[in-house]
């Protein structure tokens, strides 16, 4: 987490970096519960968390909580459309 390669920056001091990259999360994440965490492990759970349950709401056809959806490529090649 050191690198916030999110953010497409790297820099020596995490003290720049670091509040950023938690600004962005948040956007990201709508401050639900650990998804902006410094803790991998937390942060991990908290998008699971935001994943799964915006997976219920699309069946639904109810908007998601925040931005982040599963996804999942079925394609046997890879494109570079980015």
């Not at 950023?20 to 968390?49: F, P, V």
């Not at 997976?55 to 056809?61: I, P, V, Y």
């Not at 925040?66 to 490529?73: E, K, P, Q, Y």
Request: proline share 2%; charged share 25%; glycine share 8%.
């Amino acid at each position: 987490m050191a690198v916030d390669s999110e953010l497409n920056i790297c820099r020596e001091r995490m003290d720049v970096t670091q509040p950023l990259r938690r600004h962005l999360w948040k956007i990201h994440t709508k401050g639900i519960r650990n998804a902006a965490s410094d803790s991998i492990e937390l942060a991990a759970d908290g998008w699971e968390n935001i994943i799964s349950r915006n997976a219920g709401k699309q069946k639904n056809g109810e908007a998601p909580l925040a931005s982040l959806v599963g996804f999942m490529w079925t394609g046997a090649s890879r494109l570079r459309l980015d």
